[in-house]
């Protein structure tokens, strides 16, 4: 029976697959068998080439190693066997899947946070673009000021897809309970819901602005202090703002 080659690319830092299959491939592989969960296979590259690249000395060191395969999607390393040239891989939900955007979440209700944040999102991402192997873009969240919000198939996509999302949780209302719990906007909660169940904690940015002029509850979400980015006044957004989302992509070694 012929042997059907696939290509492996090894990911080190974040890249769009669309990037990935531009470059080239890391692994020759035969595949043996597929398993809901895990892949094993045969590379065909020579075992002094193996020894040398990277990744196997990325391995060899105890780190997790993730490949994107040819047709199959996102994988990390579980074990290697360099005499008989077998790699048994488990399936990873990879980076490299999702797409160069910001996704952000606003609130209709109180504008002059809305207003802040989008502007001071905006020109931070025309200066660290420069910086960038790939540019970022924002993607807004679909807002209508006379039909209810609903999260449909597109939208739930679009967000899970960001690389990173950031929610304008600037609060509108004040609960009457005992810890008169501050709430931002209905709209901005379920998209917020949505991200906190299907993205990773450090891809998440919540930012808002100080309400002085009646609201002083308890804000009602708990994520550490880092992921937290308030302000009093725009030109303080406009300070921030890059630093934080500079802190956020250094994770996914971005900057050139």
Not at 204 to 232: C, K, M, T, V
Request: with cysteine; proline share 5%.
């Amino acid at each position: 029976m012929a042997i059907i080659s696939l290509k492996a690319w090894y990911i080190d830092k974040y890249e769009p697959i669309q990037e990935i299959e531009k470059r080239p491939h890391d692994l020759r592989l035969s595949k043996q068998s597929l398993l809901k969960s895990a892949l094993r296979a045969d590379f065909l590259n020579d075992i002094e080439e193996v020894k040398q690249a990277s990744w196997f000395q990325r391995y060899l060191e105890g780190a997790e190693v993730e490949f994107y395969i040819e047709g199959s999607g996102g994988y990390a390393i579980s074990n290697i066997d360099l005499i008989s040239h077998e790699i048994y891989f488990t399936k990873r939900d990879v980076m490299a899947h999702l797409d160069p955007t910001i996704f952000l979440s606003y609130q209709q209700e109180y504008s002059a946070s809305s207003t802040a944040l989008s502007e001071a999102l905006s020109t931070a991402l025309e200066q660290l673009n420069q910086r960038l192997r790939f540019p970022l873009k924002v993607e807004v969240s679909p807002r209508s000021q006379k039909a209810p919000t609903r999260l449909n198939q597109t939208t739930i996509r679009r967000l899970q897809k960001s690389l990173l999302f950031i929610a304008d949780v600037t609060p509108i209302f004040e609960m009457e309970n005992e810890l008169r719990s501050q709430v931002p906007s209905p709209q901005v909660c379920l998209e917020l819901g949505c991200a906190l169940q299907g993205k990773r904690t450090e891809q998440i940015l919540l930012a808002g602005q100080q309400r002085y002029d009646s609201l002083e509850g308890h804000f009602p979400f708990e994520l550490p202090n880092y992921q937290q980015l308030w302000f009093d006044r725009t030109g303080e957004l406009e300070e921030t703002l890059p630093v934080v989302l500079e802190t956020m992509l250094q994770k996914f070694g971005l900057f050139l």
